[in-house]
């Protein structure tokens, strides 16, 4: 009896279930693909919240962030953050396959369900972004409100339940990222009043009629509750901010800090706004070009927040309405060359236009309408990226499958009149007429599947390898890092956006709370956050770049820009020295300002210095002096540097200092450098601060 139950449960909500096995098995496939970072933001994120029982990660709702946070604290053996944005995909695959299964007949059923796979798939789980996994719950939520208007019965289970789960998803999406909600919102609106308003045309004989507009009130009343719902997770969103200082002035900073590292292409360069840039403390077009290449933001002096806001007031002061139409036609062109999704937007577009009626053009054409409109607007704007683009045209797509709901007795698209001939010569060319086109149609999805590359991306599946570093993340390098803590490692670039960790299917794993506590970055939006700035102030650090160059514990990454920066910010003898080398080859450096003679107070230090190597070199496309030699001494010091006194002042260099043994390579020393040297000594750092000389380098 019970088998025969469930048989019969089965059976009655078949297309339930079998929509369900087409999504996991649909997930499953692009997982074994092998997602892909997007941006290295979701790293960054995972990382925040995988760090503690009430971490917060910046840019999701806070209260998201706790109810993450929990989760990696209590089962922190799974990659929560991923598998949210796993999950996302999966319930958007579920209920478009639903809808096509449900409403659409025929040969088209499969049709659809391929383009839809590959959109959902492309634009939501191939390449991972927490704006793409916004937009996954935010759609899939409403979808599921506007399947819920539709069903019959004020007072129906199966519509509150599809009402109450859609919220649930369009809230969990505005959590992880507001704005996909309200892309998402216009898209609602339009579907709602297609249905109602065109289907009902024929009932409306004044705009007061009474029946139609309770009728559309009824139909628009969830979308009403979510508008509502919308704007209450702002407001309380904002209340969390408002009342935790530290994160009102992170917000603020980075609010000022993104409406220039996102629009960089909108502001003046250098040569056409010097004065105005020289008046807000930049000394040079290297400030600009940090500030714009790769958003350092990492001195809390130079690039303060009144500082980015003058930045910020001199956006499209010369630049014409001309120049960013130009620009705009560039990153539309760009965005064409790097996503396919495009061309199966089209496809999908030409297959629902197969089973419109005459009075079905308006919502297609105003979803299209208002689709461009957004993706131009942002091209506009310079903010148009691919995880903008792909889930938008995916937004359009999943709402239209809920209008189109084609009458198959009608045969849409083969209305053909003939008169004279026989019932079964003109279902004969019907059937010829279909065939053919679905074979032309087939073949058009076959094309684009090889020249989008789909082909190709399923051609990659396996099985997960736990030694397969698919995501080419830096986990030498990091592991580097956490294995020296004793070091304080202040980076150019944020490292954590690349996460060390490859994980089950090649994507990033939670990190244990403390893992690489002593890396910070100095660059983005990691640079500022409020948890950074404890930890380095609880290490006695307000500003990380005077740290750089003033502490003898604090290490980083080469990067030109950087030195040239703190040589005209700090002192123009600031030296770079290579003091060891990453498993990757990356160079660890550390930059030094330079130790005049009157600083060094002991000179009577008992040591024995013995140069075993001193040659030239390049590193790095660099002049660089190299030396290796040994040190005895019964005091151990904190560091060894290099005084190097020359015409123009003195250097300082700083050396590895490992069980009496020192090795370098001082960059910007050669052998002409070297004509003008008058003096060249090693000091040591006592554990009291004071400096030591510890004897001449004969060379």
């Known amino acids: 009896m019970l088998n025969n139950r469930f048989i019969r449960f089965i059976a009655k909500h078949r297309i339930f279930f079998m929509t369900m096995v087409m999504s996991i098995i649909s997930v499953l496939i692009w997982i074994l693909i092998g997602p892909r970072q997007d941006t290295g933001d979701d790293a960054f994120i995972a990382w925040e919240l995988s ?46 396959f639903y809808m096509i299964q449900k409403y659409y007949k025929g040969f088209f059923i499969w049709l659809i369900s391929v383009i839809w796979f590959i959109m959902t798939g492309t634009a939501i789980i191939y390449r991972i972004n927490f704006t793409r996994t916004a937009t996954s719950y935010a759609l899939a939520g409403g979808m599921l409100i506007i399947i819920a208007s539709n069903v019959k019965g004020s007072r129906s289970i199966k519509k509150t339940i ?35 308003g065109v289907e009902n045309f024929k009932q409306i004989k004044s705009c007061f009629n009474k029946i139609w507009i309770l009728s559309f009130m009824r139909k628009i009343l969830p979308l009403i509750s979510v508008v509502i719902c919308t704007i209450f997770l702002y407001f309380v969103n904002e209340a969390y901010w408002n009342t935790h200082p530290e994160w009102k002035a992170y917000n603020t900073y980075n609010t000022t ?6 629009y960089v292409d909108y502001y003046p360069t250098w040569d056409e706004a010097k004065d105005e840039y020289k008046a807000l403390g930049l000394k040079s077009e290297n400030d600009l070009d940090m500030l714009f290449g790769f958003v350092f933001v990492g001195d809390t002096e130079v690039f303060n927040l009144q500082t980015l806001k003058g ?54 054409c105003l979803c299209v309408i208002y689709t461009l409109a957004i993706l131009f607007l942002f091209s506009f704007l310079g903010r148009m990226m691919l995880r903008v683009w792909e889930p938008t045209l995916l937004c359009c797509a999943g709402m239209l499958l809920l209008y189109f709901e084609p009458d198959m007795e009608k045969v849409s698209g083969y209305c053909i009149e003939v008169s004279g001939i026989k019932l079964k010569r003109e279902m004969q060319t019907l059937f010829s007429i279909m065939v053919r086109d679905r074979i032309i149609i087939a073949a058009i999805v076959c094309l684009l599947a090889f020249k989008t590359g789909v082909f190709q991306m399923v051609s990659q599946v396996q099985l997960p ?8 993340l830096m986990r030498s390098r990091a592991e580097y890092i956490n294995d020296t803590s004793q070091r304080i490692y202040l980076l150019s670039w944020p490292l954590i956006h690349h996460p060390p960790y490859p994980g089950f299917f090649g994507i990033w794993e939670p990190l244990p709370a403390a893992y690489m506590d002593n890396a910070f970055a100095l660059s983005n939006w990691d640079a500022r956050t409020p948890g950074n700035l404890k930890s380095l102030n609880e290490l006695g650090i307000e500003n990380p ?41 990356g160079d660890i450096v550390q930059y030094t300002s330079p130790v005049e003679e009157n600083k060094i107070k002991d000179s009577s230090c008992d040591v ?77 750092l006592t554990s009291e601060g004071s400096y030591c000389n510890l004897g001449t380098i004969n060379l």
């Open 51 to 96: 760090r503690g029982l009430g971490s917060i990660a910046a840019f999701i709702s806070p209260y998201f962030s706790l109810i993450q946070s929990t989760l990696y604290a209590y089962i922190p053996n799974i990659a929560w953050w991923t598998w949210t944005a796993i999950a996302g995909g999966g319930i958007l695959m579920w209920i478009g």
């Open 608 to 684: 024995e210095v013995d140069i075993d190597k001193s040659e030239y070199d390049m590193q790095n496309d660099v002049d660089a002096w190299y030396i290796k030699g040994k040190i005895d001494s019964d005091i151990k010091y904190e560091a060894i540097y290099c005084n190097i006194i020359f015409n123009d002042g003195t250097y300082t260099y700083r050396l590895n200092y490992d069980s009496d043994n020192i090795e370098a390579y001082f960059y910007g020393i050669n052998d002409n450098k070297v004509e003008s040297m008058t003096k060249c000594f090693l000091i040591g």
């Open 257 to 262: 800090r993104s409406t220039i590292a996102d």
């Open 162 to 196: 599809l009402y109450l789960a859609g919220i649930f998803l369009f809230l969990t999406g505005a959590m992880i990222r507001f704005q996909p909600a309200l892309l998402i919102i216009p898209f609602m609106s339009i579907i709602l009043f297609c249905q109602q």
């Open 311 to 364: 930045i910020s007031e001199l956006k499209d002061q010369s630049i014409d309405v001309v120049r960013r139409i130009y620009r705009m036609l560039e990153k539309v062109v760009n965005i064409l060359t790097k996503s396919k999704t495009l061309f199966w937007f089209i496809l999908f577009l030409l297959i629902l236009r197969y089973h419109i009626g005459k009075n079905r053009y308006l919502p297609i």
């Open 465 to 472: 390898n736990y030694s397969d570093d698919r995501d080419e």
């Open 545 to 585: 770049v005077e740290a750089l160059i003033n502490r003898a514990d604090t290490y980083s990454d080469y990067e030109q820009r950087m030195h040239q920066f703190l040589k005209e910010h700090y002192n123009k003898n600031i030296t770079v020295s290579k003091v060891g080398s990453f498993e990757d080859g």
